[in-house]
């Protein structure tokens, strides 16, 4: 059965802390594996990745995938209170037909001042 | 602007009513999806559609029916036989042709009564 877990369930940092969030898949056929941001409402998308040790990054967010081990990491340096979020990683199977995501329970991560 | 709205934005159920969840996108994209979020869950897929008029049983379709008669419309029923529709419900569209991540809307929470 296809599945993603992501680590830690929870986080509480201090600003200026940095933080590495958790992805861990089994998937056949594997495609790509996206992580998102989800505040109050939708997630928002951050990085799509697709090649083993390519590292992603956006401002103070980076990410990075290993498909030997089948997982991937997403940092956040220098974090501030507007990082509080659900960060979700899915996971998207290469089947034919098919362009479903598997999701993991997310990262709920609280960064005070 | 081009996007995906969901209306409404809460919706409250009474016992064996039966509920329908708006989705409209006007990114053109042709693939359209459901999915349910409960604390803990993360994102679970509910149905999807990847053409007009044909749609897919994702991984938690009991009590829900969905139609795909218009390629920007893909509306969400929550029937009475879903015994638990209390949840946060997002809708999502993607581009198949292009290969691209889907994109969210601001979701619907119902509640029931």
């Known amino acids: 059965e296809d599945k993603v877990v992501q680590s830690p369930l929870s986080l509480v940092v201090h600003e200026g802390d940095t933080v590495t969030l958790n992805c861990s898949y089994e998937v056949t056929n594997f495609r790509s594996l996206l992580w998102y941001k989800q505040e109050k409402k939708a997630p928002t998308f951050l990085f799509m990745l697709t090649s083993s040790g390519i590292e992603k990054k956006s401002g103070r967010l980076s990410s990075i995938l290993d498909k030997k081990e089948l997982f991937s990491i997403l940092n956040i340096t220098a974090t501030q209170t507007g990082d509080s979020a659900i960060y979700l990683c899915?996971?998207?199977?290469?089947?034919?037909?098919?362009?479903?995501?598997?999701f993991g329970t997310g990262t709920r991560l609280q960064v005070f001042p | 602007d081009g996007g995906i709205t969901q209306s409404p934005k809460y919706l409250f159920r009474k016992e064996g009513q039966n509920v329908t969840l708006s989705c409209e996108q006007n990114l053109n994209h042709d693939a359209m999806y459901w999915y349910r979020q409960d604390p803990g869950q993360g994102l679970r897929l509910i149905y999807y559609?990847?053409?007009?008029?044909?749609?897919q049983k994702g991984d938690i379709a009991e009590g829900y029916s969905v139609s795909r008669e218009k390629k920007e419309s893909f509306p969400l029923t929550v029937t009475s036989a879903q015994k638990n529709p209390t949840a946060f419900y997002l809708c999502a569209s993607s581009d198949t042709q292009r290969m691209e991540t889907q994109y969210f809307g601001p979701g619907t929470r119902l509640l029931v009564l």
């Open positions: 899915a996971v998207e199977p290469g089947a034919y037909n098919t362009d479903k995501l598997i």
């Open positions: 559609s990847q053409i007009v008029n044909d749609f």
